[in-house]
């Protein structure tokens, strides 16, 4: 019977002894509702004007899943953010262009080289955000991308200059690279050409504004392109992740 006291007695010292730790290093066998949300992956929102200017013939048959033009993609794709957040750090007026070398056939068909390119004028905690979300390691659709991603050339953060205006798109990188496209002309000389629902279309579900660029250069690190005449679509998009 004495045996069994003390035993009773030892077991409630132990409890009581690790309720005492428990309380002075704030830990907790249950996980809490904090615990939970800061092991989330972070919330993020992008909106407004995509620019997708590349080395295919209008219409670009990468939209619709066929083999690029010259069995290789050389695109320069430009994100005008109007509107956007990751978490609480606000990312409206800012600017991101990633070049992309795809060898082919197809866009989608991966061992892409990608160099990203920020707007100067983002706060470090607005180019963390940016390369978390434009890197894909924030989830969303930037995610496919990553995972298309054989190499990544690097990360430079310079003056993006952009204008958009009426039917005509420009963008400007000093020495790297330079496009000025317009929107096609149809019959309706005030409507846009669109195609609507195409499969593979970056700014999906919006249909693509066709056009065709009149000066396009791009040229950093080793690689380097020129080709005017070709596709510029452009259109709104939207965003989100995880």
């Known amino acids: 019977m004495k045996r069994e006291t003390n035993m009773q007695n030892t077991n409630r010292l132990i409890l009581i002894l690790a309720l005492v730790v428990s309380l002075e290093t704030g830990c907790s066998t249950t996980p809490t509702n904090s615990a939970r949300s800061s092991s989330a992956p972070p919330a993020w929102r992008l909106h407004g004007e995509i620019i997708d200017t590349c080395n295919c013939d209008v219409i670009c048959p990468c939209m619709v899943g066929s083999p690029a033009t010259e ?14 957040r990751y978490e609480e750090v606000d990312l409206a007026g800012l600017n991101v262009v990633l070049a992309v070398h795809a060898p082919g056939p197809k866009f989608n068909d991966g061992h892409w080289r990608l160099a990203m390119y920020g707007d100067a004028r983002a706060t470090p905690e607005q180019r963390k955000a940016l390369e978390m979300i434009f890197l894909g390691r924030a989830g969303g659709f930037f995610a496919r991308w990553r995972t298309n991603t054989a190499e990544l050339l690097g990360v430079k953060w310079l003056p993006i200059e952009v204008e958009r205006k009426g039917r005509t798109r420009s963008v400007h990188i000093r020495d790297i690279l330079q496009i000025n496209a317009e929107a096609l002309a149809g019959p309706q000389t005030n409507a846009f050409t669109e195609l609507a629902n195409p499969p593979f279309w970056k700014g999906r579900p919006f249909p693509a504004k066709l056009g065709r660029s009149t000066e396009f250069r791009y040229q950093d690190y080793d690689l380097k392109w020129e080709a005017p005449r070709k596709a510029c679509s452009f259109s709104e998009f939207r965003y989100k992740g995880p």
């Open 71 to 84: 069995h290789r993609c050389l695109t320069d794709v430009t994100w005008c953010i109007d509107e956007g």
